[in-house]
């Protein structure tokens, strides 16, 4: 059967979707998935899978893709971050019976992404990424896909989607926002470039960003022309989004809580953060219930501190005595996080002020702790508190050197110079030690070598002292015999 290209893959293997759970790493898990169908979505995304990873082992495999295959959650695109076209195939050629295409992503801005040189970080590598999408496209018996950041200028990203559409990319997803627009700068997506890339190429286009509620699904279809719209954020805090309605959280998270035990094993760490998303606002308000929820260890304590949650909301309900927080709807009530605007900020340590761009993509400048420390983020307020001298300035951090492999950190002592990753691989072997990474396969094996010499030479030694005994045996048996003998004669 000839593979699905284009507007044919949307229709029949897709069903014409619309309505697109996004890829997000170690929140769209099999479970996560299967409560967004129950509620509207149509199409879903794996989380993120890393190539290499996926590539080398088959434990990752199993946990993060073969494990999870359920009849139920189709269609299903697997996303793998890459910078290696052959490692791209050979992950993708892995996956492509258990999925109905295969994404590129190469819109992740994130830090570990920028390390790792893949996601958004290869947007102006367009010869690497048209050999990464061509070949792929040729060798698998699935479609590709991308997911993408636009440039801040509008005709260079019209090229650059132009350059995948033409190197073999089926389906492209544009989020609206730049490399820059994350974090507490995230800002508002312009559908004006997921237009303007709609307009230009002749695949189906899905649009991602700004999507709080199926207003804004329709509106953004109108207003772009994309054949479907993904949502990240808005559906991890209303999984109902697409349903077009806001239903108490404790309904969600109950729901979900089932469906975790219905289709085991899932993460704890998963569970935790969903239940955080969902309960974010209400949370805001009884701190109390934050700290439990985040010590707890079991899936039984999970549920537990839910349920106190559902039951202080329901006595606010029943008492009348609603507490404001400052929210559109109440607490309890499923709707979007939308973060505040960045305060102008002044920047950290030695660093020379920096002017305040007006731009909504501009880069959070960090505060002076004794200054403005709430100018930090809550991650970077615990390091401050347990490091007061912990210096946020980019042009400060340490740089690392990439893995001559792999393009993961290197170990900075590694005697291969390599991450522990490939250093163990390459250390097996070449049966080598590597100390900085702790390991000793020379040493284990000279010292089962000297166990085993040490050994033979036990036996050698009792075979030496067996031998001595057989030969005094004997002579003791022939000087019997020959007193008989003698006593025979002289009788």
């Known amino acids: 059967m000839a593979k699905l290209q284009g507007f044919e893959f949307w229709r029949k293997t897709l069903g014409e979707a619309r309505f697109v759970v996004a890829p997000m790493v170690d929140q769209s898990e099999l479970a996560w998935r299967l409560l967004s169908r129950r509620h509207g979505a149509q199409l879903c995304y794996t989380p993120m899978l890393h190539a290499q990873v996926f590539v080398r082992d088959a434990n990752y495999r199993k946990e993060n893709l073969y494990n999870e295959v359920c009849k139920e959650d189709r269609p299903l695109i697997t996303q793998f971050c890459a910078n290696d076209p052959e490692v791209f195939l050979q992950a993708a050629v892995l996956a492509q019976d258990y999925c109905d295409a295969i994404d590129l992503n190469l819109g992740c801005p994130q830090m570990i992404a920028k390390r790792g040189h893949y996601g958004v970080f290869l947007q102006d590598e367009w010869e690497l990424l048209e050999r990464m999408v061509s070949l792929a496209n040729e060798k698998l018996s699935v479609p590709v896909t991308c997911k993408i950041r636009v440039f801040k200028d509008i005709e260079k990203t019209v090229r650059y989607a132009q350059m995948l559409e033409k190197a073999g990319c089926q389906l492209l997803t544009v989020h609206g926002r730049t490399k820059d627009q994350k974090g507490a700068m995230t800002g508002i997506a312009s559908w004006e470039h997921i237009k303007a890339v709609r307009k230009a190429v002749n695949i189906p286009v899905f649009a991602n960003g700004n999507i709080h509620h199926l207003s804004d699904v329709e509106r953004c279809i109108q207003e772009t022309g994309v054949q479907g719209v993904m949502s990240a954020e808005g559906n991890l805090h209303n999984p109902a989004l697409f349903e077009g309605r806001s239903p108490p959280v404790w309904e969600m998270a109950e729901e979900y809580l089932e469906v975790v035990k219905q289709y085991p094993p899932c993460s704890l760490s998963y569970i935790r953060a969903h239940l955080f998303k969902l309960w974010h606002h209400t949370l805001q308000i009884h701190q109390d219930l934050r700290e439990d929820l985040a010590k707890v260890k079991t899936l039984e304590g999970l549920a537990h501190v839910s349920a106190q949650l559902k039951q202080r909301c329901q006595e606010e309900i029943s008492g009348g005595d609603e507490k404001d927080g400052g929210l ?164």
């Open 328 to 491: 559109p709807l109440p607490h309890w009530i499923c709707q979007p996080y939308v973060r505040p605007p960045p305060k102008p900020a002044l920047t950290n340590g030695s660093c020379q002020e920096a002017e305040v761009r007006s731009s909504v993509c501009q880069k959070r400048s960090l505060e002076d702790s004794d200054r403005a420390a709430e100018g930090l983020s809550k991650n970077k307020l615990k390091k401050r508190s347990r490091n007061p001298n912990k210096n946020f300035c980019p042009e400060l951090k340490p740089k690392y050197l990439k893995c001559e492999q792999c393009g993961n950190p290197k170990g900075n002592k590694c005697v291969f110079s390599l991450c522990r990753g490939c250093c163990k691989k390459k250390a097996f072997k070449e049966v080598a030690d590597c100390p900085s990474h702790g390991l000793r396969f020379k040493t284990k094996a000279d010292k089962r070598k000297a166990e085993e010499d040490q050994q033979e030479e036990c036996e050698r030694s009792e075979g030496s002292v067996t031998e001595l005994d057989r030969n005094k045996q004997t002579a003791q048996v022939a000087a019997a015999s020959c007193r008989e003998q003698t006593e025979q004669t002289e009788a």
